[in-house]
């Protein structure tokens, strides 16, 4: 299994940016893709984006598009979550979350996550308005 670890969470004004990162260890070859995932209080877990470990080819949520970015740092064993732009929707807990063998693409249009097996601890992320 993939171990992974967030950080860079916090309160911010919106309009203003953050900067979230995940760094993986353990059986880091297991995993194609590495995505992000969001729960806002009393919603539904949602995808928020996805990157490829070795294209770097990323998908997004539509309600992100545009605003955040995700790279990867493969040397570091790191993804990065840039989001720009925050909005008061965007308030939530953030995670990132892989699993064995499953694609970005097949990542990006998952509503259910139960194939993820691999959970950081998450880092919260609050927007004021």
């Known amino acids: 299994q993939v171990q992974l670890v967030e950080s860079g969470g916090g309160l911010v004004q919106a309009g203003g940016s953050l900067t979230l990162s995940c760094v993986a260890s353990?059986?880091?070859?297991?995993?194609?893709?590495m995505a992000w995932v969001r729960q806002a209080p009393g919603k539904e877990r949602e995808f928020v984006s996805v990157?490829?470990?070795?294209?770097?080819?990323?998908y997004y949520a539509v309600s992100v598009k545009g605003r955040f970015t995700t790279t990867r740092d493969n040397a570091k064993k790191t993804v990065y979550l840039q989001m720009n732009n925050l909005k008061a929707e965007d308030t939530a807990n953030y995670y990132c979350?892989?699993?064995?063998?499953?694609?970005?693409?097949?990542?990006?249009?998952?509503?259910?996550?139960?194939?993820?097996?691999?959970w950081g601890q998450g880092t919260q992320v609050t927007v004021s308005s």
């Open positions: 979350a892989t699993g064995r063998d499953i694609t970005a693409q097949t990542m990006s249009t998952m509503t259910s996550f139960s194939r993820l097996d691999s």
């Open positions: 353990g059986r880091t070859s297991s995993s194609l893709a």
């Open positions: 990157i490829d470990w070795t294209t770097a080819i990323t």
